[in-house]
């Protein structure tokens, strides 16, 4: 077995542990555990990965050759644009595990949560681009998915729980990652939002209320919230990289003109216009900005472009395109 492979396995295992810590609900250290085991699995992997790309030495420090170099360091040399949100993320992370080691708070939980399901997120779509892994092979995908388990920050609480010192530090690592969550992608936050709706059936009501005929304060009741940044995030180059990705890791092979090919912006183009998929609100948005519209995309225009690929691969583009044509 090759250093390579020594590292992959281990890598692995570090994901696996990482996640089974946080989802136990028994275990009180979990946001501590995970973080050490989420950071080893990254370090593991990214170095990996820098023994193919650039060789095994350089994995270890050029004036110490038996210690090898640490996950900060890996990170920058290959993540080189210190403003992608997935490096963000990682040294986000880092720094939760370098907190760890000296003390922490439950509250941390409701300050990183997202930031570390982006994490996890990350390292499966890593695994798979740099070493061909299939994390979804290792560990269920439905177990990917952190169990959130935490109540919103409370300022007043967190003041009169803690001595100030710790407060304060606990208070300022909330400021400073929302702006982040803001300014950046899915790369570096999986935002965690709750929504409120009103039903009749009381076997699923979580919380119970009712009208107050004398009251003053109006209330409105929102049947649907629809905000296209949210829903409708992708452009076509996002969905492009996708569904490429999905494909990739189905190991389904696209043909056009009898020839392996990945899908492009072109093909993209012939799905949106045979399938009317601008005209369709659930999947596509568009924004009358300019004399240009610009358009952008939901999940569900992507899972529907894969899902009509999957059906026949080896002659979806070709028959789109003869379609087209006799239109």
Known sequence: MTVQEQLIDKSKEAF?????????????????????????????????????????????????PNR????????????????APLRKNLEKVIELRNTSTHFITEEYEAVYVSVLQACVFNFVDKMMEFHNV?????????????????????????????????????????DALQPLMEENNSAFAIKVEHYHYATKKREEATEFYHIEKEATDGVRLIKEMKNPNETHKYNAKACIKEINKRLKKDKIILLYNGAATELNRYHFQNFTSYFGIKENEKMCFTYQISTQPQYSYSQQAIDF?????????????????QKLTKK
Not at 39 to 59: Q, R
Not at 73 to 83: A, G, L, Q, S
């Open 134 to 174: 299939d994390m979804t092979q290792v560990i269920p995908e439905n177990f990917i998915t952190l169990s959130v388990r935490l109540k919103s920050l409370d300022e007043t609480e967190i003041r009169g729980k803690y001595e100030k010192q710790v407060a304060e530090r606990l208070l300022a690592s909330n």
């Open 68 to 83: 090898t170099i640490t996950l900060e360091r890996c990170v920058k040399e290959i993540f080189t644009n210190e403003k």
């Open 305 to 321: 472009v894969y899902s009509e690929i999957k059906k026949a691969p080896s002659t979806i583009l070709d028959d789109l395109k």
């Open 16 to 64: 696996v542990l990482a996640i089974e810590i946080y989802n136990k609900p028994s275990i009180k250290y979990r946001l501590e555990g995970f973080s050490f085991f989420i950071c080893n699995a990254w370090e593991l992997m990214l170095k990996a990965h820098m023994i193919n790309k650039f060789g095994e030495k350089s994995i270890y420090f050029t004036d110490k």
